[in-house]
T-cell receptor, first 116, second 115 residues
Framework: NAGVTQTPKFQVLKTGQSMTLQCAQD?????MSWYRQDPGMGLRLIHY???????DQGEVPNGYNVSRSTTEDFPLRLLSAAPSQTSVYFC???????????????FGSGTQLSVL | AQSVAQPEDQVNVAEGNPLTVKCTYS??????LFWYVQYPNRGLQFLLK??????LVKGSYGFEAEFNKSQTSFHLKKPSALVSDSALYFC?????????????FGAGTRLAVHP
């Protein structure tokens, strides 16, 4: 199994450009999420999904869109990139047991994004 | 809202010595607490979790964590540090929101183990 795969690993954008960060998992996990990691701030949740067609906002959703059309894929879209979105982005997934016990997350290796 | 705090940006320890990485929490209700580790250029990896029961939780790579309700702490420990333990360590707490659970992470503590 590949686990959680993120592409690209690195990306440089100009302010105002849009792009999609890809995330795919092959573990049949219902729960998928996106975090951004900034120095001194840990990881902050952007959006998450508990199954195909179901998404919700996390702590810092502004400027980002998500959709979940399949169990495997959970892309993150930057609508109009801003320098404040320069960060390392991580996708994570886990099983959804129905009781809420979804806390063992499996992380991808990250996408380092720079917005100039 | 639930939160965790990691009071040390960096912890330095000599190889072979015991190590402690500190975490304190603020929750309403019973806490569900976790430790994750991040090696360079990698995603986070689950180490261990506390849900209920024994206050000493054992996890991967020889790590353990001690839950202390009176001090609202969940410190990560290892009896004998290895150079390969050098990494970024994150404490996290589960928060229930709208019927779903999500993890709230601390800012992280960098552990440096010196030969």
């Amino acid at each position: 199994n590949a686990g959680v795969t993120q592409t690209p690993k690195f990306q440089v954008l100009k302010t105002g450009q849009s792009m999609t960060l890809q995330c795919a998992q092959d573990m049949n996990h219902e729960y998928m999420s996106w975090y951004r990691q900034d120095p001194g701030m840990g990881l902050r949740l952007i959006h998450y999904s508990v199954g195909a067609g179901i998404t919700d906002q996390g702590e810092v959703p502004n400027g980002y869109n998500v959709s979940r059309s399949t169990t495997e894929d959970f892309p993150l879209r930057l609508l109009s990139a801003a320098p404040s979105q320069t960060s390392v982005y991580f996708c994570a997934s886990s099983y959804w047991t129905g009781t809420g016990e979804n806390e063992k997350l499996f992380f991808g290796s990250g996408t380092q994004l720079s917005v100039l | 809202a639930q939160s965790v705090a990691q009071p040390e940006d960096q912890v330095n320890v000599a190889e072979g010595n015991p190590l402690t990485v500190k975490c304190t929490y603020s929750v309403s209700g019973n806490p569900y607490l976790f430790w994750y580790v991040q090696y360079p250029n990698r995603g986070l990896q689950f180490l261990l979790k506390y849900i209920t029961g024994d206050n000493l939780v054992k996890g991967s790579y020889g790590f353990e964590a001690e839950f202390n309700k009176s001090q609202t702490s969940f410190h990560l420990k290892k009896p004998s540090a290895l150079v390969s333990d050098s990494a970024l360590y994150f404490c996290a707490v589960r928060e229930k929101s709208g019927g779903y659970n999500k993890l709230i992470f601390g800012a992280g503590t960098r552990l440096a183990v010196h030969p």
